[in-house]
């Protein structure tokens, strides 16, 4: 079965350093990964996505992430963090389901907090 | 375009008790999909509509949920009786070309069960 993990719950960064955060997933045919952010009483937004092509994917709010076939991960990148990035982040798989619709498999999610 | 909407946005019941959740989606958007987020864990599918019929219920966890879509436009999410596991976070998302186009995510319904 599909999974996604995501291994730090929680991550502090200064603003202004660097931002990785980590996402390994499980699913045994091509997957389609995407990064989503819920800020405080919002909705998760989608940061970017990756379906084929060019491993190296750019999103919005500076975010890029990059697909790594051969170590199962989808680790989400930003050069400089800058305090309103403070939410939580969540990386997910696709899968296709009965009927051909399809569903997202979520990880736990990575809360960042931004210190000035 | 008007976004994914969600009401109430939190509501605190009673065990016992019975809550519906609504979610409108984006007008035009024929799939809908409900997750939930019970606390400190992931967010989980619950089911997918394509306009009023469900074509995947395969994560509602009992039945005690029953979620409905009316005309294929507004969608409810009806858990009765309440039990204290079921609070957490009810997302609604909806798309119109399936997930590869792109999910839109509402803002949640905070359940509490006290």
């Known amino acids: 079965a599909q999974s996604v993990t995501q291994p730090d719950i929680h991550i502090t960064v200064s603003e202004g350093a660097s931002l990785e955060l980590r996402c390994n997933y499980s699913?045994?045919?091509?997957?389609?990964l995407f990064w989503y952010v819920q800020s405080p009483g919002q909705g998760l937004q989608l940061l970017l996505k990756y379906f084929s092509g060019d491993t190296l994917v750019q999103g919005i709010k500076g975010f890029e992430a990059e697909f790594k076939r051969s170590q199962s991960s989808f680790n989400l990148r930003k050069p400089s963090v800058h305090w309103s990035d403070a939410a939580e982040y969540f990386c997910?798989?696709?899968?296709?389901?009965?009927?051909?619709?399809?569903?997202?498999?979520f990880g736990t999610g990575t809360q960042l907090k931004v210190e000035l | 375009e008007a976004g994914v909407t969600q009401f109430p946005s939190h509501s605190v019941i009673e065990k016992g008790q019975t809550v519906t959740l609504r979610c409108d989606p984006i007008s035009g958007h024929d799939n809908l999909y409900w997750y939930r987020r019970v606390m400190g864990k992931e967010i989980k599918f619950l089911l997918h509509f394509v306009k009023e019929s469900k074509q995947d219920e395969s994560g509602m966890p009992n039945n005690r949920f029953l979620a409905e879509r009316t005309g294929g436009t507004y969608s409810t999410l009806k858990v009765q009786p309440a039990e204290l596991e079921d609070s957490g976070v009810y997302f609604c998302?909806?798309?119109?070309?399936?997930?590869?186009?792109?999910?839109?995510f509402g803002s949640g319904t905070r359940l509490t069960v006290v």
């Open positions: 997910a798989v696709a899968t296709r389901v009965t009927g051909g619709g399809n569903k997202l498999t």
């Open positions: 998302a909806s798309s119109q070309g399936g997930l590869l186009g792109g999910y839109t």
């Open positions: 699913y045994g045919a091509t997957p389609y």
